[in-house]
């Protein structure tokens, strides 16, 4: 019964901000990482930024310096603020998350069901 639920997505200009959100509610024990994936019209989904449980973070070197991942570990939410957007960032973004259900239990790979992000002016 876990579901990520996202948010955020829009059309913006180059050069334009936008917050990117995912919830993940349902069962679960503890969530390992949380973070983001994007992927554009014939092209492989490709990793963004992800964030663990510590606040450790990674970053496509495409985005560094301009998104920040974060987190509200009490709301199993993940955030993706987006800075300086270029038109290369045009995507579908989908959340993703390494989820513990029950004590003892393995991780699971869920993802949500994808926001758009339009970059163009």
Known sequence: QVQLVESGGDLVQPGGSLRLSCAASGSIFSINSMGWYRQAPGKER??????TSGDSTNY?????GRFTNSRDN??????????NLKPEDTAVYYCNAQIVRRYRDYPRNYWGQGTQVTVSS
């Open 74 to 83: 009490a709301k199993n939410t993940v955030y993706l603020l987006m800075n």
């Open 46 to 51: 490709e990793l963004v930024a992800t964030i």
């Open 60 to 64: 496509a070197d495409s985005v560094k």
